[in-house]
């Protein structure tokens, strides 16, 4: 069971910062992976960034440069830092835990409900 409870979403004018948050509530899980993905409405969910436990990180190109992933030391939660935002960032952005379920070992992942961030030109 995974619960994944995102925050730091909102309004903010073109240029701007935000900092996401999700803090993930685990029991017989364990978590190999987290990411953020984000979903414009009427268009397909899309990767922005991942984390894995040892930190290597991955990050869809619009993100590169402008967007910060982190996580805390036992990957119980994960952060996204978002700089220079522009309108064409507004969209729901989604906290995904990837992992193996104990003691099955099958792999599985989950999702967070959502926050929204709006860009104001």
């Given at each position: 069971?995974?619960?994944?409870?995102?925050?730091?979403?909102?309004?903010?004018?073109?240029?701007?910062?935000?900092?996401?948050?999700?803090?993930?509530?685990?029991?017989?899980?364990?978590?190999?992976?987290?990411?953020?993905?984000?979903?414009?409405?009427?268009?397909?969910?899309?990767?922005?960034?991942?984390?894995?436990?040892?930190?290597?990180?991955n990050?869809?190109?619009?993100?590169?440069?402008?967007?910060?992933?982190?996580?805390?030391?036992?990957?119980?939660?994960?952060?996204?830092?978002?700089?220079?935002?522009?309108?064409?960032?507004?969209?729901?952005?989604?906290?995904?835990?990837?992992?193996?379920?104990?003691?099955?070992?099958?792999?599985?992942?989950?999702?967070g409900?959502?926050?929204?961030?709006?860009?104001?030109?």
């Open positions: 069971q995974v619960q994944l409870t995102e925050s730091g979403g909102g309004l903010v004018q073109a240029g701007g910062s935000l900092r996401l948050s999700c803090v993930a509530s685990t029991r017989m899980f364990h978590i190999n992976s987290m990411a953020w993905y984000r979903q414009v409405t009427g268009k397909q969910r899309e990767l922005v960034a991942s984390i894995t436990r040892n930190g290597d990180t990050y869809a190109y619009f993100a590169k440069g402008r967007f910060s992933i982190s996580k805390d030391s036992g990957l119980n939660a994960v952060f996204l830092r978002m700089n220079s935002l522009s309108p064409e960032d507004t969209a729901v952005y989604y906290c995904n835990a990837n992992g193996v379920e104990v003691p099955s070992t099958r792999t599985n992942e989950h999702w409900q959502g926050t929204l961030v709006t860009v104001s030109p």
